[in-house]
Nanobody
Framework: QVQLVESGGGLVQPGGSLRLSCAAS????????MAWHRQVPGKQRELVAS???????NYAESVKGRFTISRDNAKNSVFLQIDSLKPEDTATYYC????????????WGRGTQVTVSS
């Protein structure tokens, strides 16, 4: 089992920046994939960015060039640097982990709200 706790959300003006953090309850060395998803009410949760344990990253087209995902295994954490925020980035952002342990296991945090508004 892995518990994930997000932090760093808030209210920010368009063009601003935020850094989201996700702290895992134990070592993430063995976790294959860590990612950030986001969801707005009435819409499906969507993948924003992911990073696998080799360091390879993947981004949604809508955030490329503005979002940067990173993982720090020493801190059992994954981060999402969000720059040039737009109103359409407003959503609840969820941390996600996928680990293989006698089968694939998936874990979700409870989310952190990001609101972009002037």
């Amino acid at each position: 089992q892995v518990q994930l706790v997000e932090s760093g959300g808030g209210l920010v003006q368009p063009g601003g920046s935020l850094r989201l953090s996700c702290a895992a309850s134990r070592s993430i060395d063995e976790i294959y994939n860590m990612a950030w998803h986001r969801q707005v009410p009435g819409k499906q949760r969507e993948l924003v960015a992911s990073v696998i344990n080799s360091g390879q990253t993947n981004y949604a087209e809508s955030v490329k060039g503005r979002f940067t995902i990173s993982r720090d295994n020493a801190k059992n954490s994954v981060f999402l640097q969000i720059d040039s925020l737009k109103p359409e980035d407003t959503a609840t952002y969820y941390c996600y982990a996928r680990q293989y342990d006698r089968g694939w296991n998936e874990y979700w945090g409870r989310g952190t709200q990001v609101t972009v508004s002037s």
